[in-house]
């Protein structure tokens, strides 16, 4: 559906993508996930051929848009974007949500009938007649979805769609899209910073930094198996550490990590023995007192060193020789009664961690 | 907002008193060549229902009009390229827009001859097909086009600028044309700018005098008419026919001005 292969961009000086493959297959949801400024917007921009690219090959639906630039307007209007800004015309809400139809010079009893249908979906049908102007940011956000909708495309772009929005806009946008690519089969490309946004909708997830996707997968892959510290410390894992392979022994591979021994439960990288082990802080059991009876290979032993509040959770680092990096829930934390230099324990599954190839690093 | 009719700050005072010297200069100007010409109203009411005094004017306002029409038609499109793109050569382009307006107009003058004459590069397959520059009313008009041409793309290049390209991303997503944004999108949302930059466009246009008299001394515009009345009636009836320009002028500016008022909306701005 969509072969992005080695995209470029160049504002004045400034190279803004470098070169980015992506495909996505009909009936996808792939979100994009980076910080801002990594390229993001522009990438989606080129991709619903707002702009060209400077170079690189586009095909969409098949067509060759770089080639054939004669069709740009037809493939386009296959396809549909929502902005992260809620972008409403000043003039009223059936009339905004008519605009795509009008452009393609839609019959009006047709137009009414989608207009008003599409209205009722996102809840907004009340404020038919009203100026889109007037509504509240979450409203003028539902509107340009309808506005988008209502063109039925076969391919959707969502530019941080509900960045800055009340929840109840934000559930609706969510809703309304995982139900338009169920029902309707309609392909989804959605950027978000919001990775928990991107783990509730994607099925696969690319992860943008600095104008390059560097890794594409699923959810699972992306936030438990990054393949770069990079990837790593945006998905938020909390514990990343320098490590040797010392030996492999029935599918569990035995790292070294500041004196202390750590199984893990894959295969180690082949190119190196230095390797970096990560895990997330949500995969780590903290327990005070007597070590619990767990099937975790990983029971280290330590003192817990900072706690910091991060609600709804609280962060704990604890020294083990090295430190580990634990999220608790308010709850146990005040249960545990937790306090600074108490000593304490922590348990990891061999499951939850992950090894990268320290020569990996180097290419980042 | 008090404040806003209030000069409170002793810097803004002394700046107004400062700049009141230049207004004060043109009010100056104007009223003492009011005084002489209304102390002879007979006079003035002769001058002003002359016929070779209304030709002159109405050949005047018209050319100007002739030449914004142009440049509405030429220029717009020219405004918007030049708001919308980046490409190598840019800066030349804009420099080449700029070039009536930094040249004496003699010289602007000597450039029109040459290219509209009637042996000229384009006066000649021109005057071949029928149209004659020299000494006629098309030689005007682009004589006005030529120098008041930047005064109208910088304008309205500028009100391009301020429309949001957001708003044109999403109407181009929802499927138009860049034609179809232009048309709905970006022309209504500079209405305003289109007007002020063709009022500034004419008003320099009628104000032309040197690069005209290079290639169309005759019809008379005002200018040609001021000064040819100079030079064989002397001052009096000269400026007499000067202040009726200026009253023409006035007239003509203050309904322009009134009219912008009702033009345009600003308030799709995001």
Redesign the interface.
Same mark, same amino acid.
Request: with cysteine.
């Given at each position: 559906m969509i072969e992005a292969q080695n995209i470029t961009k160049i504002y004045g000086e400034m190279e803004v993508l470098h070169g980015v493959d992506l495909s996505v297959g009909e009936g996808d949801i792939m979100g994009i996930i980076g910080p801002s400024g990594s390229g993001k917007s522009t990438f989606l921009r080129i991709l619903d051929l707002i702009e060209p690219p400077d170079s690189g090959d586009l095909s969409l639906f098949d067509v060759n848009v770089v080639k054939e630039r004669d069709r740009v307007v037809e493939v386009r209007r296959r396809m549909g974007m929502l902005f992260q800004k809620p972008i409403v015309f000043n003039t009223s809400v059936y009339e905004n949500v008519a605009l795509g139809l009008k452009y393609r010079h839609v019959g009006k009893n047709e137009i009414d009938r989608s207009v008003k249908e599409l209205l009722e979906e996102v809840g907004l049908a009340r404020y038919l007649h009203s100026n889109a102007r007037n509504l509240s940011g979450g409203e003028q956000q539902r509107v340009s979805l309808a506005r988008v909708l209502v063109t039925d495309p076969e391919i959707l772009f969502l530019d941080e769609p509900t960045a800055n929005l009340d929840p109840k806009s934000s559930k609706t946008i969510e809703r309304l899209v995982t139900r338009m690519n169920r029902d309707r089969g309609m392909t989804v490309v959605m950027n978000t910073h919001d990775m928990l946004q991107g783990q509730r909708v994607a099925q696969r997830i690319g992860v943008m930094i600095g104008g390059d996707i560097l890794q594409v997968g699923s959810p699972r892959e992306i936030f438990y198996a990054p393949e770069s510290t990079k990837i790593a410390n945006f998905v938020g894992v909390d514990n990343i550490h320098d490590g040797k392979v010392l030996r492999r022994e029935h599918q569990i591979t035995a790292v070294e990590v500041a004196g202390t021994i750590l199984y893990v439960g894959e295969s180690p990288p082949e190119q190196s023995d230095r390797v970096k082990v990560i895990f997330r802080g949500e995969d780590v059991t903290l327990g005070i007192g007597k070590t619990a009876q767990t099937s975790a290979r990983n029971i280290l032993n330590g003192t817990i060193a900072e706690i910091s509040d991060i609600a709804p959770f609280v962060h704990i680092k604890v020294d083990c020789g090295f430190p580990v990096s634990a999220l608790v829930t308010v709850r146990s934390a005040e249960e545990m009664d937790l306090s600074e230099g108490k000593p304490a324990w922590v348990s990891i599954k061999a499951s939850a961690l992950h090894l990268i190839a320290e020569s990996e690093e180097s290419e980042g | 907002m008090r404040t806003k009719h209030r000069l409170p700050d002793p810097c803004l005072i002394s700046f107004s008193l400062i700049g009141g010297l230049i207004v004060g200069l043109t009010v100056l100007a104007l009223l003492n060549l009011a005084v002489k010409e209304l102390s002879d109203i007979p006079f003035l009411i002769s001058t002003a229902s002359d016929s070779d005094v209304i030709n002159a004017i109405v050949v005047t306002m018209g050319a100007g009009l002739n030449a914004v029409l142009i440049l509405l038609i030429i220029g717009t499109p020219l405004a918007y390229v030049l708001a919308r793109t980046?490409f190598r050569g840019k800066g030349v382009v804009e420099s080449l827009v700029d070039i009536p307006i930094m040249l004496p107009h003699t010289i602007a003058g000597i450039l029109v001859y040459l290219l509209f004459m009637r042996r000229g590069l384009l006066g000649a397959p021109l005057y071949a097909a029928g149209f004659t520059f020299e000494d006629a009313y098309p030689g005007i008009v682009i004589a006005m086009l030529f120098v008041s041409a930047p005064y109208y793309i910088n304008s309205v290049r500028e009100g391009f600028e301020k429309v949001p390209v957001? &708003?044109e991303?999403?109407? @181009?997503? &929802?499927?138009?044309?860049r034609f179809?944004t232009f048309m709905r999108?970006v022309l209504p949302l500079s209405v305003r700018h289109i007007f002020n930059g063709s009022i500034l466009a004419w008003g320099r246009a009628i104000g032309e005098f040197a690069a005209i008299i290079m290639i169309a001394y005759y019809p008379f515009v005002i200018s040609t008419l001021i000064y040819y009345t100079f030079t064989t009636s002397g001052i009096k009836a000269s400026s007499a026919v000067a202040f009726v320009m200026i009253l023409a002028c006035f007239a003509a500016f203050i309904i322009l001005r009134l009219l912008t008022r009702y033009t345009g @909306?600003y !308030? !799709?701005r995001?």
């Amino acid at each position: 559906m969509i072969e992005a292969q080695n995209i470029t961009k160049i504002y004045g000086e400034m190279e803004v993508l470098h070169g980015v493959d992506l495909s996505v297959g009909e009936g996808d949801i792939m979100g994009i996930i980076g910080p801002s400024g990594s390229g993001k917007s522009t990438f989606l921009r080129i991709l619903d051929l707002i702009e060209p690219p400077d170079s690189g090959d586009l095909s969409l639906f098949d067509v060759n848009v770089v080639k054939e630039r004669d069709r740009v307007v037809e493939v386009r209007r296959r396809m549909g974007m929502l902005f992260q800004k809620p972008i409403v015309f000043n003039t009223s809400v059936y009339e905004n949500v008519a605009l795509g139809l009008k452009y393609r010079h839609v019959g009006k009893n047709e137009i009414d009938r989608s207009v008003k249908e599409l209205l009722e979906e996102v809840g907004l049908a009340r404020y038919l007649h009203s100026n889109a102007r007037n509504l509240s940011g979450g409203e003028q956000q539902r509107v340009s979805l309808a506005r988008v909708l209502v063109t039925d495309p076969e391919i959707l772009f969502l530019d941080e769609p509900t960045a800055n929005l009340d929840p109840k806009s934000s559930k609706t946008i969510e809703r309304l899209v995982t139900r338009m690519n169920r029902d309707r089969g309609m392909t989804v490309v959605m950027n978000t910073h919001d990775m928990l946004q991107g783990q509730r909708v994607a099925q696969r997830i690319g992860v943008m930094i600095g104008g390059d996707i560097l890794q594409v997968g699923s959810p699972r892959e992306i936030f438990y198996a990054p393949e770069s510290t990079k990837i790593a410390n945006f998905v938020g894992v909390d514990n990343i550490h320098d490590g040797k392979v010392l030996r492999r022994e029935h599918q569990i591979t035995a790292v070294e990590v500041a004196g202390t021994i750590l199984y893990v439960g894959e295969s180690p990288p082949e190119q190196s023995d230095r390797v970096k082990v990560i895990f997330r802080g949500e995969d780590v059991t903290l327990g005070i007192g007597k070590t619990a009876q767990t099937s975790a290979r990983n029971i280290l032993n330590g003192t817990i060193a900072e706690i910091s509040d991060i609600a709804p959770f609280v962060h704990i680092k604890v020294d083990c020789g090295f430190p580990v990096s634990a999220l608790v829930t308010v709850r146990s934390a005040e249960e545990m009664d937790l306090s600074e230099g108490k000593p304490a324990w922590v348990s990891i599954k061999a499951s939850a961690l992950h090894l990268i190839a320290e020569s990996e690093e180097s290419e980042g | 907002m008090r404040t806003k009719h209030r000069l409170p700050d002793p810097c803004l005072i002394s700046f107004s008193l400062i700049g009141g010297l230049i207004v004060g200069l043109t009010v100056l100007a104007l009223l003492n060549l009011a005084v002489k010409e209304l102390s002879d109203i007979p006079f003035l009411i002769s001058t002003a229902s002359d016929s070779d005094v209304i030709n002159a004017i109405v050949v005047t306002m018209g050319a100007g009009l002739n030449a914004v029409l142009i440049l509405l038609i030429i220029g717009t499109p020219l405004a918007y390229v030049l708001a919308r793109t980046d490409f190598r050569g840019k800066g030349v382009v804009e420099s080449l827009v700029d070039i009536p307006i930094m040249l004496p107009h003699t010289i602007a003058g000597i450039l029109v001859y040459l290219l509209f004459m009637r042996r000229g590069l384009l006066g000649a397959p021109l005057y071949a097909a029928g149209f004659t520059f020299e000494d006629a009313y098309p030689g005007i008009v682009i004589a006005m086009l030529f120098v008041s041409a930047p005064y109208y793309i910088n304008s309205v290049r500028e009100g391009f600028e301020k429309v949001p390209v957001h &708003l044109e991303n999403v109407a @181009r997503t &929802l499927g138009a044309t860049r034609f179809q944004t232009f048309m709905r999108v970006v022309l209504p949302l500079s209405v305003r700018h289109i007007f002020n930059g063709s009022i500034l466009a004419w008003g320099r246009a009628i104000g032309e005098f040197a690069a005209i008299i290079m290639i169309a001394y005759y019809p008379f515009v005002i200018s040609t008419l001021i000064y040819y009345t100079f030079t064989t009636s002397g001052i009096k009836a000269s400026s007499a026919v000067a202040f009726v320009m200026i009253l023409a002028c006035f007239a003509a500016f203050i309904i322009l001005r009134l009219l912008t008022r009702y033009t345009g @909306r600003y !308030d !799709d701005r995001v």
